[in-house]
């Protein structure tokens, strides 16, 4: 995992995306595994939301980097739901999660984003 975030860190969006969002691309990324337990706790106490989920996103700041929590439990019970090769999902989440982190919401910008990074992981993992 930590050679596909390494390469989704130097991903840089086309200027077509740059022009239609304000795009806070991190420079460093924290990535932390956790069980269901944890990352419901984390949901419940930043998000409100009850229950784990795949993954989270927190925005890093100047001096801060953004941190990307992700439920390996959730990673393993969707790949079985999904008939999903976990490595590939897993570099799905860490698209998702770096989508997030650079300050998108659901759309289509998000999705081309989310490609160029999810391209950019894949082909890192395969070399």
Known sequence: MKTALEAML???PDAA???AEELQVPAEVELFLLD???IAGAN???LGCSGPTNILSFPGGADAPGVLLLSL???RRECLLYGQDPAEHAVRLLAH???HLSGLDHGPAMDA???RYMDAG???LCS
């Open 10 to 12: 130097e991903v840089s």
């Open 17 to 19: 995306l740059r022009v």
């Open 36 to 38: 269901d337990a944890a």
């Open 44 to 46: 419940a106490s930043h």
């Open 73 to 75: 439990d959730t990673l």
């Open 97 to 99: 999660g770096m989508g």
């Open 113 to 115: 984003l989310c490609e």
């Open 122 to 124: 894949c082909a890192a």
